[in-house]
C-alpha cells in the first residue's frame, strides 16, 4: 500500500516533508511517526497506519508533494508475514510490487549499535558541545539519540542516564516541552511560577540567555521576512563572498515560501495607506496593573490582551474594517476573529483567536496564550490560522513606536502597536511627562475609505485612553 500526503482543511494543496524518522525496511507500530511534513503554516507528523514495515520512500525530505500524491510504500505486519523480505530483489517496473529488507526494532541503545540514529538537532548540538556520539544513550524511538539526550550528556559530562535529572522538576509539561526540543537542561532553569515551579517563560528566557540573542519580535507576518537578512546570513554578491565564506542559503519552501507570496500579493495588489496616531497610556498601564492584582500569576493579563479587547470593540463599532474583498464585493464579515503576529523559530505566524468582542479579557488571555503555546513549539493546528478578520502586530518590546505593518491578505487592515514610552507633552498650557504609545493602521483604500479608517483608528485611541469603557456593554 502507499501512504499520499493528506488534504487537511479546505485550504490546504500541498505539503513539504521536513524530515524521515525511520528508514526503508523499519518496523513500525501503528501510529507511530514516520516522518514530519510541513504545510503553510504547521509542521506535522504522517504517522503509520498499522503495524507493519516502511517501503520505498518516494519524496524525500526536502520534497513538496501535493495532497492526495504518495510519499512512501508501506507493509502492514500481515503483508509482511505473507511476503518475508529477501536481501536482494530485481528492480520492478511497478513500484507497488516491490518488497524490501525488514529491520527489527533494536533492543538496545543506539550507542552500542553498529549505526547511531541521532536527530539532526542532537547531531548538530553534539558537533557544538563536543560530545561524542558514542558515549550518549538514546531514549528515543528505537534507542534513536534525540537533542535533550545531547544536553544531559554535556551537562554532566558522562552519558545520559536513563532517569533524567528533569524528571524530578516541577516544570509545566509545555515548558519540558520546549526545554526537550531546543536542548535546554530544564533542572538548570530557575522557575518563577507558584513554588519555583518551570513555566515556559522560564525555559524561553534561559534559551536566550544559552545562544546569540535572536529576538523574537512579534511582528506583521509579512513585513519583513525578504527585506531584512538573518543576523547570521552573509551578505554578498554570489561570485565574490567576503574572506572566503560561502554565502547561507535559506531555501524558500514551506512557510518562507507562504510569507513571501502573501507579501507579494499584499503590497502590489491591495494600495495600502498608514495612518499614525499618539495615544497617552496613562490609564491603560493603570488598568493593566489593577487588572492583574486580581489574577493569579499564571494567569495575568498581557497588553496584547487587553489591545484585542479594545480593538474587538472598536471593530464592532467600525464593521467596515472588519471586512474583506472578494470578486463579487466587499464582504463586511459578521465575527471578529483577531490574529495576533508572533515570531516563532519556524517564521512569523498569526494565529487567530475567534469572536473576541464576546470573550472575557481572561478568556482572551487564555485563548491567545494556548494559540502562542501550540506555535513556538510547532504544535500548531491547520485550524488556528482560518479565518482571521483583522490582525494586530505588537513591536513595542523592542523600542519601536510607528512602522507600515502590511496587510494580511483577505483582510481590510492591520493594527501596529509600538511601544509604551514616557514623553514631553502639553497639558493645560504646561510641559508634562505622560507614557505614550503610537498606534499605525494600514488599510486597503479599495475596502476602506481614508476618512472611515481615521474614524476607527480615532475610536481605537479613545479606548486606549479610556480603557474602562469596555465595562460599558
Same mark, same amino acid.
Given at each position: 500500500?502507499?501512504?499520499?500526503?493528506?488534504?487537511?482543511?479546505? %485550504?490546504?494543496?500541498?505539503?513539504?516533508?521536513? =524530515?524521515?524518522?525511520?528508514?526503508?525496511?523499519?518496523?513500525?507500530?501503528?501510529?507511530?511517526?514516520?516522518?514530519?511534513?510541513?504545510?503553510?503554516?504547521?509542521?506535522?507528523? /504522517?504517522?503509520?497506519?498499522?503495524?507493519?514495515?516502511?517501503?520505498?520512500?518516494?519524496?524525500?525530505?526536502?520534497?513538496?508533494?501535493?495532497?492526495?500524491?504518495?510519499?512512501? =510504500?508501506?507493509?502492514?505486519?500481515?503483508?509482511?508475514?505473507?511476503?518475508?523480505?529477501?536481501?536482494?530483489?530485481?528492480?520492478?517496473?511497478?513500484? $507497488?510490487?516491490?518488497?524490501?529488507?525488514?529491520?527489527?526494532?533494536?533492543?538496545?541503545?543506539?550507542?552500542?549499535?553498529?549505526?547511531?540514529?541521532?536527530?539532526?538537532?542532537?547531531?548538530?548540538?553534539?558537533?557544538?558541545?563536543?560530545?561524542?556520539?558514542?558515549?550518549?544513550?538514546?531514549?528515543?524511538?528505537?534507542?534513536?539519540?534525540?537533542?535533550?539526550?545531547?544536553?544531559?550528556?554535556?551537562?554532566?559530562?558522562?552519558?545520559?542516564?536513563?532517569?533524567?535529572?528533569?524528571?524530578?522538576?516541577?516544570?509545566?509539561?509545555?515548558?519540558?516541552?520546549?526545554?526537550?526540543?531546543?536542548?535546554?537542561?530544564?533542572?538548570?532553569?530557575?522557575?518563577?511560577?507558584?513554588?519555583?515551579?518551570?513555566?515556559?517563560?522560564?525555559?524561553?528566557?534561559?534559551?536566550?540567555?544559552?545562544?546569540?540573542?535572536?529576538?523574537?519580535?512579534?511582528?506583521?507576518?509579512?513585513?519583513?521576512?525578504?527585506?531584512?537578512?538573518?543576523?547570521?546570513?552573509?551578505?554578498?554578491?554570489? &561570485? =565574490?563572498?567576503?574572506?572566503?565564506?560561502?554565502?547561507?542559503?535559506?531555501?524558500?519552501?514551506?512557510?518562507?515560501?507562504?510569507?513571501?507570496?502573501?507579501?507579494?500579493?499584499?503590497?502590489?495588489?491591495?494600495?495600502?495607506? %498608514?495612518?499614525?496616531? =499618539?495615544?497617552?497610556?496613562?490609564?491603560?498601564?493603570?488598568? &493593566?496593573?489593577?487588572?492583574?492584582?486580581? /489574577?493569579?500569576?499564571?494567569?495575568?493579563?498581557?497588553?496584547?490582551?487587553?489591545?484585542?479587547?479594545? %480593538?474587538?470593540?472598536?471593530?464592532?463599532?467600525?464593521?467596515?474594517?472588519?471586512?474583506?474583498?472578494?470578486?463579487?464585493?466587499?464582504?463586511?464579515?459578521?465575527?471578529?476573529?483577531?490574529?495576533?503576529?508572533?515570531?516563532?523559530?519556524?517564521?512569523?505566524? $498569526?494565529?487567530?483567536?475567534?469572536?473576541?468582542?464576546?470573550?472575557?479579557?481572561?478568556?482572551?488571555?487564555?485563548?491567545?496564550?494556548?494559540?502562542?503555546?501550540?506555535? /513556538?513549539?510547532?504544535?500548531?493546528?491547520?485550524?488556528?490560522?482560518?479565518?482571521?478578520?483583522?490582525?494586530? $502586530?505588537?513591536?513595542?518590546?523592542?523600542?519601536?513606536?510607528?512602522?507600515?505593518?502590511?496587510?494580511?491578505?483577505?483582510?481590510?487592515?492591520? /493594527?501596529?502597536?509600538?511601544?509604551?514610552?514616557?514623553?514631553?507633552?502639553?497639558?493645560?498650557?504646561?510641559?508634562?511627562?505622560?507614557?505614550?504609545?503610537?498606534?499605525?493602521?494600514?488599510?486597503? &483604500?479599495?475596502?476602506?475609505?481614508?476618512?472611515?479608517?481615521?474614524?476607527?483608528?480615532?475610536?481605537?485611541?479613545?479606548?486606549?485612553?479610556?480603557?474602562?469603557?469596555?465595562?460599558?456593554?
Amino acid at each position: 500500500m502507499q501512504i499520499i500526503m493528506p488534504k487537511l482543511g479546505l %485550504t490546504m494543496t500541498e505539503g513539504t516533508i521536513t =524530515e524521515w524518522v525511520r528508514a526503508p525496511g523499519d518496523a513500525v507500530k501503528a501510529e507511530e511517526a514516520l516522518c514530519s511534513y510541513e504545510t503553510e503554516k504547521v509542521t506535522l507528523e /504522517l504517522v503509520a497506519p498499522a503495524d507493519g514495515v516502511l517501503g520505498e520512500i518516494l519524496a524525500p525530505a526536502g520534497t513538496t508533494v501535493p495532497s492526495g500524491a504518495p510519499v512512501c =510504500e508501506f507493509r502492514t505486519a500481515a503483508e509482511a508475514r505473507r511476503q518475508p523480505a529477501k536481501a536482494s530483489q530485481a528492480t520492478s517496473n511497478s513500484i $507497488t510490487s516491490q518488497t524490501l529488507p525488514v529491520a527489527p526494532l533494536p533492543n538496545v541503545p543506539a550507542a552500542r549499535s553498529g549505526r547511531v540514529e541521532i536527530t539532526p538537532k542532537a547531531r548538530r548540538l553534539a558537533a557544538q558541545w563536543d560530545v561524542s556520539l558514542d558515549q550518549v544513550t538514546g531514549r528515543g524511538p528505537n534507542g534513536r539519540v534525540q537533542a535533550i539526550d545531547v544536553a544531559l550528556a554535556h551537562a554532566a559530562g558522562q552519558p545520559a542516564t536513563a532517569t533524567p535529572p528533569a524528571a524530578e522538576i516541577d516544570a509545566t509539561p509545555l515548558a519540558r516541552r520546549i526545554a526537550s526540543a531546543d536542548g535546554i537542561d530544564i533542572s538548570e532553569v530557575q522557575g518563577s511560577g507558584p513554588d519555583g515551579r518551570v513555566t515556559r517563560v522560564d525555559v524561553e528566557d534561559a534559551r536566550r540567555k544559552a545562544r546569540p540573542a535572536r529576538d523574537h519580535e512579534v511582528a506583521s507576518p509579512l513585513a519583513h521576512p525578504t527585506t531584512q537578512a538573518p543576523q547570521h546570513a552573509v551578505r554578498s554578491t554570489p &561570485h =565574490e563572498p567576503p574572506l572566503g565564506r560561502a554565502e547561507e542559503v535559506i531555501p524558500m519552501t514551506g512557510i518562507r515560501r507562504v510569507i513571501a507570496q502573501r507579501m507579494s500579493e499584499s503590497a502590489f495588489t491591495a494600495p495600502h495607506v %498608514t495612518l499614525f496616531t =499618539e495615544a497617552e497610556a496613562t490609564n491603560l498601564v493603570s488598568a &493593566h496593573a489593577q487588572l492583574n492584582l486580581e /489574577l493569579s500569576p499564571e494567569n495575568k493579563l498581557s497588553y496584547n490582551a487587553l489591545l484585542a479587547a479594545l %480593538t474587538a470593540r472598536a471593530l464592532r463599532e467600525h464593521p467596515r474594517l472588519n471586512a474583506r474583498l472578494a470578486p463579487d464585493g466587499i464582504h463586511l464579515l459578521p465575527e471578529i476573529n483577531l490574529a495576533l503576529a508572533v515570531d516563532t523559530e519556524r517564521g512569523l505566524m $498569526t494565529p487567530v483567536l475567534r469572536g473576541v468582542d464576546r470573550l472575557t479579557l481572561p478568556a482572551i488571555q487564555a485563548g491567545y496564550a494556548a494559540l502562542i503555546d501550540r506555535a /513556538l513549539v510547532s504544535a500548531s493546528l491547520p485550524e488556528d490560522f482560518a479565518d482571521g478578520t483583522f490582525t494586530i $502586530t505588537n513591536l513595542g518590546a523592542w523600542d519601536v513606536d510607528g512602522f507600515t505593518p502590511i496587510i494580511n491578505p483577505p483582510q481590510a487592515a492591520i /493594527l501596529g502597536v509600538g511601544r509604551i514610552a514616557e514623553k514631553a507633552v502639553a497639558r493645560d498650557g504646561g510641559v508634562v511627562a505622560r507614557p505614550m504609545v503610537t498606534l499605525s493602521l494600514s488599510f486597503d &483604500h479599495r475596502i476602506v475609505d481614508g476618512a472611515a479608517a481615521a474614524r476607527f483608528l480615532q475610536r481605537v485611541k479613545q479606548l486606549v485612553e479610556r480603557p474602562l469603557a469596555l465595562l460599558l456593554t
